[in-house]
T-cell receptor, first 117, second 113 residues
């Protein structure tokens, strides 16, 4: 089975531009989350989408937005890029919890390395 | 989600057991303990999770203290490929937060020959 896939792998943008990052979850997973990881730090939660609805948002400005499509893939959009947006952007998918499986583990993709010049 | 505290770095000799501690003194009764690792800027990899009982899988063992305020991840026979940053996370799991994990800075484990 394919794991979580993300595209592109690397991206270079200049300040003020916008960027769209894409993620395809593991087949059957309905929850997709986005994380930003700055060099030397742990991943920071940006968004969670479940069944195409936003279920959580981290402490990120409105320049960051996301959406989930009917096939559960997802896009992360960042407008008006700043130098500080340079980071590894990670996508993670998981199945819904509840019922006989109250726990769930997240499966992460390889990430998109964004460099803002 | 409860906050976790991990040592910033640890060394381990190849072939020996690596014991990585995590403090989560404010954990609540319905929060699970998860461990992930991240190798050289790849995406984090799930290792193991537990609620209150000790757990073991093909990768590692998880020991949770009786009061659940701390846990230890054990890699029984560390290899050079286990060199990575290890993250301990505690969180309630529900459909509302199925995808939210709060990562700290983790423990950088270096396995030495």
């Amino acid at each position: 089975d394919a794991g979580v896939t993300q595209s592109p792998t690397h991206l270079i943008k200049t300040r003020g531009q916008h960027v769209t990052l894409r993620c395809s979850p593991i087949s059957g997973h309905k929850s997709v989350s986005w994380y930003q990881q700055v060099l030397g730090q742990g991943p920071q939660f940006i968004f969670q989408y479940y069944e195409k609805e936003e279920r959580g948002r981290g402490n990120f400005p409105d320049r960051f937005s996301a959406r989930q499509f009917p096939n559960y893939s997802s896009e992360l959009n960042v407008n008006a890029l700043l130098l500080g947006d340079s980071a590894l952007y990670l996508c993670a998918s998981s199945w819904a919890s509840g019922g006989t499986r109250p726990y769930n583990e997240q499966f992460f993709g390889p990430g998109t390395r964004l460099t803002v010049l | 989600d409860a906050k976790t505290t991990q040592p910033p770095s640890m060394d381990c000799a190849e072939g020996r057991a690596a014991n990585l501690p995590c403090n989560h003194s404010t954990i609540s009764g319905n929060e699970y303990v998860y461990w992930y690792r991240q190798i050289h800027s790849q995406g984090p990899q799930y290792i193991i999770h537990g609620l209150k009982n000790n757990e073991t899988n093909e990768m590692a063992s998880l020991i949770i203290t009786e009061d659940r305020k701390s846990s230890t991840l054990i890699l029984p026979h560390a290899t050079l490929r286990d060199t990575a940053v290890y993250y301990c996370i505690v969180r309630v799991v529900s459909p509302a937060n199925a995808g939210k994990s709060t990562f700290g800075d983790g423990t950088t484990l270096t396995v030495k020959p």
